[in-house]
């Protein structure tokens, strides 16, 4: 599903650093990656068949108010290592970046978005959860949680799935 067009600037080093703790909580291999847009704030999203995770890149810049594109999280982390501020831009159909002071440039094709995928990642973007409420650390571990107290339907021989909801006053239900 083709999103809207948007640019941004980040420093390199925060935004390898973002995808690296949203991959720690949504799983390296089973999560899609996303990079987009609310209100101005480019922030990293991951999604799993069992995990969300979404987190706020620091001192990134962008003046568009939405926008979306999927990566790879095993590509994109490598071609921006080490490296300083960047522009990043999204037509659509490809990411091009370019390094502010430098000649490092590239691109690459966005994963796409499925219309399940982007529905899922605008609701939960929307739910307004408090960003420092729960830490990756704390998030493995109600995951590891989750896994050893899985709950196996004997009749159909399957696992059934657990959701956890946080309050507004900090309390978990599983």
Same mark, same amino acid.
Request: one cysteine or more; a positive charge; hydrophobic letters at 45%.
């Given at each position: ?19 690296? $703790? ?16 609310? +209100? ?9 068949? *069992?995990?969300?995770?979404?987190? !706020?890149?620091? +001192?990134?810049?962008?003046d ?9 999280? !095993? $590509? ?6 080490? $490296?300083?501020?960047? !522009? ?5 159909? !490809? ?13 690459i094709?966005p994963? +796409?978005?499925?219309e *399940? ?12 959860v408090?960003?420092?409420?729960i ?20 009749y ?12 507004? *006053?900090g309390?978990?239900?599983?």
């Open positions: 599903m083709k999103q809207k067009p948007f640019s941004f600037s980040a420093d390199c080093k925060t935004l390898e650093q973002s995808i690296k $703790r949203v991959m720690s909580v949504s799983g390296a291999t089973a999560a899609c990656y996303f990079i987009g847009v609310i +209100n101005k704030s480019i922030h990293v999203f991951g999604l799993g068949a *069992d995990t969300f995770a979404m987190l !706020e890149v620091p +001192n990134a810049q962008t568009a108010q939405v926008g979306i594109f999927g990566f790879d999280a !095993e $590509r994109l982390p490598g071609l921006i290592k080490g $490296r300083a501020v960047m !522009e990043f831009k999204y037509t659509g159909s !490809e990411v091009s970046f370019s390094q502010t002071k430098g000649k490092f440039n590239g691109k094709v994963v +796409n978005i499925t *399940d995928q982007l529905a899922q990642l605008t609701a939960k973007a929307g739910e307004k408090a960003a420092a409420a830490t990756a650390d704390q998030l493995l571990a109600i995951k590891a949680g989750l896994a050893a107290t899985a709950v196996k339907d004997v159909q021989n399957t696992t059934l799935l657990s959701y956890i909801t946080m309050s507004k *006053d309390k978990l239900t599983v």
